[in-house]
């Protein structure tokens, strides 16, 4: 249980995002949720909330705005007495040929996915220093071993995983530890991956996971395969991991 534990979750409207809030709050904890879509945002905190024992409230935030996410942080930890743990679960994906990837694209993913664990990273750290905490950070295996067709979203992950070990090993005199997780969730992101795809594209892509996936030839359930597993690291069984990409991805990262 993760009874007066006090979290951050950023990227909540849906997805792994949605199904942290939930499990979470479930798990006894105190939720800031935060995320740029609010209706769909609000609507899974009270969602989460009603259903309890924790409770979740959410806080409109862009994580590419430094400022914003400062006063995001500030307010999240005054509602909520201090701060915990941080999961930053905040992404987007996007699709292009590597010769083709514009500046825009290049930007946005960099933005969002780099840069943002930056800001969220350095204002949950202001929280944590004097008296520790875990931050979770989302990666991809895309970030690992490459992505076809994705090269700027694998860079920017990639980042993700190299400044998540760097602070691993900072800050952890603050008794702070740092972790990511690369998911292989079936999430809207993914479908909307998926349907980007040609019939023929989309066949061959779902042979290549039957293949790829050892743990039942597909990607996973938020809610049954990730969301114990956040509940586990911020828990007192996980005080000693630090700095590790942690696979949840039936297998798919295996060497």
Known sequence: MLTKHRVIVTGTAGGIGASAVRALVAAGAQVAALDVADAAGREVAAGATAQGPGTAHYLHCDIRDRGEVERAF?????????????????????????????????????DVNARGTLHTNQAAFAHLRERGGRILNFASAAGVMGLPGCAHYSAAKAAVLGWTRTVAKEWARHGITVNALAPGMW???????????SAEELQAHDTMMARAIPLGGRLGDPDRDMAPVLVFLLGEGARFITGQTLAVDGGLMIP
């Open 74 to 110: 500030a307010a999240a930890a005054e509602r909520l007495g201090g701060l915990d743990a941080l999961v930053n679960i905040a992404g987007v994906e996007r699709a292009a040929p590597a010769e083709q990837i514009a500046d825009a694209d290049w930007d946005l993913m960099f």
């Open 187 to 197: 999430t809207p992101m993914y479908e909307a991956h998926r349907a980007r795809m």
